[in-house]
């Protein structure tokens, strides 16, 4: 601006002095209140006997928050736990669960229902109490309503059930088997929907199939390359009238995957053993199409959540060493983005650390992050 461009010294009046000081702060007000984000421990399990991991954590409102997990004790013996809060985080309650928890999905903050190794919980009460929903039982991995009436629960092997009077009948969705993938056992484990259009998408595993991680020889990792597998998927495009069954060949494993407003898909593959990145993050139309929004070598993500306002958050550990893997609880890594291209990171509280994060943002100016280390973090917007 032309009030900058002095070419010679001379005297200004305190008026303009204090209308340059406050021109100034104006300026970088943007990147002040930026910088004021900050990730702070809201919660954390710290008991020398036993350790918290937190497995799922939703918040339908807010105010109201409700996580899952395990707490283990020096005996590897383990217990169910929920963890919630109803006054936005100010206090956390714990309370047993009788199963071992494994997945959360609320429609609002009244109706929610629990995957667990036994089967599938239901409440109707923001998660005060559960009660077992009949005509499902082990394998069941994910629960999603569209609405209170229909949902679905998705699992293995290839278990796809559908329900349209509100979990009282469940029955099998016959195009849950279409797939054909040879001597592989079909995991369905990420749902969604928006409007008509609705995914349902998994991982076919080859049946014994089970490797030593690369972290454990990394000598041998230059030796190897990352084996392709199949990922196996179910598109609607009237509400779940119809399937189309989509099989591919893609490295690594969907372990998550969001319907925006714009119709189009965003996915996360995490990568295991001898790939050279730990994870991706894509947009696009699913199956075509699909670009890289973040990848890096350094930041494995285990979570994405996409925002309100068009931007999204992503959470993400940053592995020890050379390898991609996270053996070891690393450093929790945030990231924000307006436009899913540009990322830049956020400010965490230096003792987050997790081998996996959690999102739950409701909205844009409000959400948390769990881990696997008995931690939730806040998104503090106070600048303090």
């Not at 392709?228 to 690594?252: C, H, I, M, N, R």
Request: hydrophobic letters at 40%; one cysteine or more; charged letters at 20%.
């Amino acid at each position: 601006m032309a009030i900058w461009c002095c070419h010679r010294a001379r005297t200004v009046p305190k008026e303009t002095n204090r209308a340059r000081q406050s021109l100034v702060l104006l300026l970088a007000l943007p990147g002040l209140l930026a910088a004021a984000e900050r990730w702070k421990i809201q919660y954390f399990y710290d008991k020398a006997d036993s350790g918290l991991t937190i497995q799922d954590l939703k918040c339908p409102s807010t105010s109201h928050c409700v996580g899952i997990g395990s707490i283990e004790d020096r005996k590897g013996r383990a217990k169910g736990t929920l963890i919630s809060t109803s006054d936005g985080g100010q206090h956390w309650s714990l309370a047993d669960i009788s199963d071992e928890p494994i997945s959360l999905f609320f429609l609002n903050d009244s109706l929610g229902w629990m995957a667990t190794t036994r089967g599938v919980l239901a409440t109707n009460d923001g998660g005060q109490t559960w009660k077992k929903v009949e005509g499902l039982k082990k394998g069941i991995l994910e629960v999603y309503f569209v609405s209170p009436l229909h949902g679905y629960a998705i699992g293995f092997p290839k278990a796809v059930f559908e329900t349209a009077n509100g979990g009282k009948k469940w029955t099998k969705l016959a195009a849950a088997d279409k797939p054909q993938t040879g001597l592989e056992e079909v995991v369905y484990e990420c749902i969604s929907f928006h409007g008509q259009n609705g995914i349902i998408a998994g991982n076919a595993t080859p049946l014994g199939a089970d490797e030593n991680p690369a972290w454990l020889n990394p000598k041998d990792v230059r030796l190897h390359r990352e084996r392709k597998s199949t990922l196996v998927t179910l598109q609607t495009k009237d509400g779940g009238a119809s399937w189309e069954p989509f099989t591919a060949s893609a490295y690594g494993e969907i372990s998550q995957l969001m319907i925006a407003k714009d119709g189009l898909v965003t996915a996360l593959f995490e990568y295991h053993n001898y790939y050279a990145l730990p994870s991706r993050v894509y947009k696009g139309k699913f199956g075509t199409g699909m670009d890289v929004i973040f990848s890096e070598r350094d930041r494995a993500v285990t979570d994405v959540a996409l925002l309100a306002d068009g931007g999204a958050l992503i959470a993400a550990v940053e592995p020890p060493g050379s390898s991609n893997q996270v053996p070891i609880p690393g450093k929790l890594k945030m990231l924000r983005s307006g436009n899913l291209k540009v990322w830049e990171e956020m400010d965490v509280d230096y003792k987050a650390v997790a081998q996996r994060a959690i999102l739950a943002a409701p909205d844009a100016d409000h959400a948390w992050v769990a881990t696997d280390t008995g931690m939730i973090l806040t998104l503090d917007k106070s600048g303090k």
